[in-house]
């Protein structure tokens, strides 16, 4: 995964708590073919009509894979029953390998965590051809012009599964669109400053468009499938010149392949990224001295601050573009939680600009175009569904303790390659404006379990885990 600005603007109870309400069973059986949100998307007979939001009502799938590694660590048992994300991230994880659970092992494991009552499995489907375009870290196993294989060996058994799950009353699947494909669609192309030959490549063949498309489609046609395509962060898209083209682009997108909107019932922001939900001491309106923060070096000319208001933001661009008034927005607050000792208590003095954004930020990081194994960071909020306007849930799809790329280049059969972003003694490329990584040491390979990493997120929990 890499998340990176356009810098010139173009820069132990299980989850029944929090997650389960009264009304969902209700609703699956009430909701009329046009769904509470006007999907106009007829359910085979017998099956599921599609939910305004598929996790209300539901409780989060645990994935017992990751469960068991957050349990094993100091502390971590506080937190090892919440849902993450199952990460779709090679052909072989659909069948399983020896370390991890195949797809039909985790809708099994989820319909027995169920117990009879409406449960949400989160999958991110992620192994686009050209994968990563403009990062290393989690280059994939298909080459850019691999599409072929993408829908053959990797779509459609999904979608096969899938399809074989389809008519259990209480399974919802919400996947996550391919991470980072379309906006490095946008920002890291020709005429840009951030461009790239491997993502100028896939703008070219259209493969990640197509890819989506098809995704879409044949995981769209499932009538408890919900998509929601992956839409980067207010650090990545959020300028005027990134957002309303990326919306656009993602409608492109949701006509390719076979396609249509109706198979988007939302967007995800912030996945496996580090921006915080709400940045509470200072908002992009503010001025200092007569000078506005939006020219503070944090900020940078940015329409968003943090990622609630992004998400808003962007759920307005996407119905501008042309999708339904009804879509819903997802949050990834795994990584951004920004606590501990050093989490700002206020606003910062208002001497200058910086000083006062400076002062007053929780997201800590050196810049907001890094990526890799944020040093600092902490839990975020924890999952739960409706927790604002326009947005479905807050989410963990990013399991915490996973890496994000490895700090040195290690040997592997995934395609993985090695991004400086990971190394804690890189003084940064033009999409962090040449600034150090800020990346935690001796991190593995991207997806493999980092135990530093997931005793920093713990201890700066924010809200504190306890
Ligand atoms: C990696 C994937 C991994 C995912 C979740 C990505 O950065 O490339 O292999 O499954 O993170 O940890």
């Given at each position: 995964?890499?998340?990176?600005?356009?810098?010139?603007?173009?820069g132990?109870?299980?989850?029944?708590?929090?997650?389960?309400?009264?009304?969902?069973?209700?609703l699956?059986?009430?909701?009329?073919?046009?769904?509470?949100a006007?999907?106009?998307?007829?359910?085979?007979?017998?099956?599921?009509?599609?939910?305004?939001?598929?996790?209300?009502?539901?409780?989060?799938?645990?994935?017992?894979?990751?469960?068991?590694?957050?349990?094993?660590?100091?502390?971590?048992?506080?937190?090892?029953?919440?849902?993450?994300?199952?990460?779709?991230?090679?052909i072989?994880?659909?069948?399983?390998?020896?370390?991890a659970?195949?797809?039909?092992?985790?809708?099994?494991?989820?319909?027995?965590?169920?117990?009879?009552?409406?449960?949400?499995v989160?999958?991110v489907?992620?192994?686009?051809?050209?994968?990563?375009?403009?990062?290393?870290?989690?280059?994939?196993?298909?080459?850019?012009?691999?599409?072929?294989?993408?829908?053959?060996d990797?779509?459609?058994?999904?979608r096969?599964?899938?399809?074989?799950?389809?008519?259990?009353?209480?399974?919802?699947?919400?996947?996550?669109?391919?991470?980072?494909?379309?906006?490095n669609?946008?920002?890291?192309?020709?005429?840009?400053?951030?461009?790239?030959?491997?993502?100028?490549e896939?703008?070219?063949?259209?493969?990640?468009?197509?890819?989506?498309?098809?995704?879409?489609?044949?995981?769209?046609?499932?009538?408890?499938?919900?998509?929601?395509?992956?839409?980067?962060?207010?650090?990545?898209?959020?300028?005027?010149?990134?957002?309303?083209?990326?919306?656009?682009?993602?409608y492109?997108?949701?006509?390719?392949?076979?396609?249509?909107?109706?198979?988007?019932?939302?967007?995800?922001?912030?996945?496996?990224?580090?921006?915080?939900?709400?940045?509470?001491?200072?908002?992009?309106?503010?001025?200092?001295?007569?000078?506005?923060?939006?020219?503070s070096?944090?900020?940078?000319?940015?329409?968003?601050?943090?990622?609630?208001?992004?998400?808003?933001?962007?759920?307005?661009?996407?119905?501008?573009?042309?999708?339904?008034?009804?879509?819903?927005?997802?949050?990834?607050?795994?990584?951004?939680?920004?606590?501990?000792?050093?989490?700002?208590?206020?606003p910062?003095?208002?001497?200058?600009?910086?000083?006062?954004?400076?002062?007053?930020?929780?997201d800590?990081?050196?810049?907001?175009?890094?990526?890799?194994?944020q040093?600092?960071?902490?839990?975020?909020?924890r999952?739960?569904?409706?927790?604002?306007?326009?947005?479905?849930?807050?989410?963990?799809?990013?399991?915490?303790?996973?890496?994000?790329?490895?700090?040195?280049?290690?040997?592997?059969?995934?395609?993985?390659g090695?991004?400086?972003?990971?190394?804690?003694?890189y003084?940064?490329n033009?999409?962090?404006?040449?600034?150090?990584?800020?990346?935690l040491?001796?991190?593995?390979?991207?997806?493999?379990?980092?135990?530093?990493?997931?005793?920093?997120l713990?201890?700066?929990?924010?809200?504190?885990?306890?």
């Amino acid at each position: 995964m890499r998340r990176l600005t356009d810098r010139h603007r173009g820069g132990r109870g299980r989850r029944t708590g929090r997650f389960a309400g009264a009304v969902a069973a209700a609703l699956a059986l009430t909701a009329g073919p046009l769904g509470a949100a006007g999907f106009a998307q007829q359910p085979p007979a017998g099956a599921q009509a599609k939910l305004d939001n598929p996790y209300e009502g539901a409780r989060l799938y645990v994935n017992p894979d990751w469960s068991a590694k957050a349990a094993a660590e100091p502390g971590g048992d506080a937190v090892a029953d919440e849902g993450t994300g199952v990460w779709l991230d090679r052909i072989a994880a659909i069948e399983g390998t020896r370390d991890a659970m195949g797809l039909r092992e985790h809708l099994d494991a989820a319909l027995q965590q169920a117990g009879g009552k409406p449960v949400v499995v989160q999958l991110v489907v992620y192994d686009l051809p050209g994968r990563d375009c403009a990062a290393l870290a989690s280059n994939g196993e298909l080459g850019p012009e691999e599409i072929g294989r993408y829908k053959s060996d990797y779509i459609n058994p999904i979608r096969d599964i899938l399809r074989a799950y389809s008519s259990h009353p209480n399974l919802r699947v919400v996947t996550t669109i391919e991470p980072d494909s379309l906006p490095n669609l946008v920002t890291n192309v020709s005429g840009r400053p951030t461009s790239t030959p491997e993502c100028d490549e896939m703008k070219r063949n259209g493969n990640y468009i197509e890819g989506v498309g098809y995704a879409l489609a044949q995981l769209g046609a499932i009538s408890n499938v919900y998509n929601y395509i992956d839409a980067g962060h207010h650090g990545w898209l959020g300028w005027d010149s990134n957002l309303q083209p990326a919306a656009d682009v993602m409608y492109q997108a949701a006509r390719a392949g076979g396609a249509t909107p109706a198979d988007v019932h939302g967007f995800i922001v912030n996945t496996a990224n580090y921006s915080a939900l709400k940045e509470k001491n200072f908002s992009v309106g503010d001025t200092v001295n007569g000078q506005p923060v939006r020219q503070s070096t944090w900020v940078d000319w940015n329409q968003y601050v943090d990622e609630l208001g992004f998400a808003q933001g962007f759920r307005r661009a996407a119905v501008s573009a042309g999708f339904s008034s009804g879509i819903g927005m997802l949050i990834d607050t795994s990584r951004n939680g920004w606590g501990g000792p050093d989490r700002p208590t206020g606003p910062g003095p208002t001497t200058s600009v910086n000083a006062y954004v400076d002062g007053g930020r929780y997201d800590r990081r050196i810049h907001v175009g890094n990526w890799c194994n944020q040093a600092g960071a902490g839990l975020g909020e924890r999952p739960r569904s409706s927790p604002a306007s326009g947005i479905d849930a807050y989410v963990w799809m990013k399991p915490p303790g996973e890496s994000d790329g490895s700090s040195t280049e290690i040997p592997n059969n995934e395609g993985k390659g090695f991004d400086r972003m990971c190394d804690p003694t890189y003084q940064g490329n033009a999409r962090n404006n040449y600034n150090p990584s800020g990346a935690l040491p001796n991190a593995p390979l991207s997806g493999t379990w980092f135990p530093a990493q997931f005793q920093q997120l713990l201890k700066n929990a924010y809200p504190p885990v306890s």
